[in-house]
């Protein structure tokens, strides 16, 4: 018999972890996602110091509106997915996956949005090589764009799967892909 007080599947043997909604395993995951995007972010900001004209010129090519337009897509489908888990919570399985089918619409429609962004600057010319903050541009955001990719799928894992702990672990993954853009957003975008 396994002691669910040491056990990591009895979530007692997570430390503060084990206080966290949803799996453990998940907050560990969130983590390290958390500490490579603070990685690209310190990176940026030491090649922007290092280059600041070309940063400069880097965002001007850049559509604010765009960004801002994927920051509200985000938001709004953190907070479909936070009463997806509140829904759970009271039992409304039916309710909930309606909620989390509006978070995947929403992040699919960022999907979008970032294609139509990528598009134009491919029509530009403007790619992965163009320049450093293009390089970092593409790599951070595409990268995001992945989460995203992601945090689809596991939505619509949870949604089969539903539950209390699942819906409380899928929605811990989409607000951290919220978080990141929430600061990826202003950094590449807006910072100057």
């Given at each position: 018999m396994t002691d669910t007080a040491t056990s990591p599947t009895g979530n007692g043997g997570w430390g503060a972890l084990?206080?966290?909604p949803g799996n453990p395993i998940m907050w560990v995951l969130i983590?390290?996602?958390?500490?490579?995007?603070?990685?690209?972010?310190?990176?940026?900001?030491?090649s922007r110091m290092l280059q600041p004209e070309l940063f400069r010129a880097?965002?001007?090519m850049l559509d604010i509106?765009?960004?801002?337009?994927n920051t509200l897509i985000l938001v709004t489908s953190g907070w479909a997915a936070a009463k997806a888990v509140q829904a759970g919570g009271l039992g409304r399985v039916a309710l909930s996956r309606r909620w989390l089918a509006a978070a995947m619409?929403?992040?699919?429609?960022?999907?979008?949005v970032k294609g139509i962004e990528y598009a134009d600057k491919a029509?530009?010319?403007?790619?992965?090589?163009t320049?450093?903050?293009?390089t970092l541009f593409y790599l951070m955001?595409?990268?995001?764009?992945?989460h995203v990719v992601m945090g689809v799928i596991v939505l619509a894992i949870v949604g089969w799967k539903n539950s209390v702990e699942n819906l409380e672990t899928g929605a811990a993954f989409w607000h951290m892909v919220d978080l990141i853009w929430l600061i990826l957003f202003p950094i590449v975008y807006l910072v100057r």
């Open positions: 084990s206080e966290l983590i390290s996602e958390l500490l490579v995007f603070g990685a690209f972010f310190l990176g940026f900001g030491v880097g965002q001007a509106r765009l960004g801002g337009l619409a929403l992040g699919l429609a960022f999907l979008v029509a530009h010319g403007i790619d992965i090589e320049n450093t903050f293009f955001t595409g990268f995001h764009a992945l």
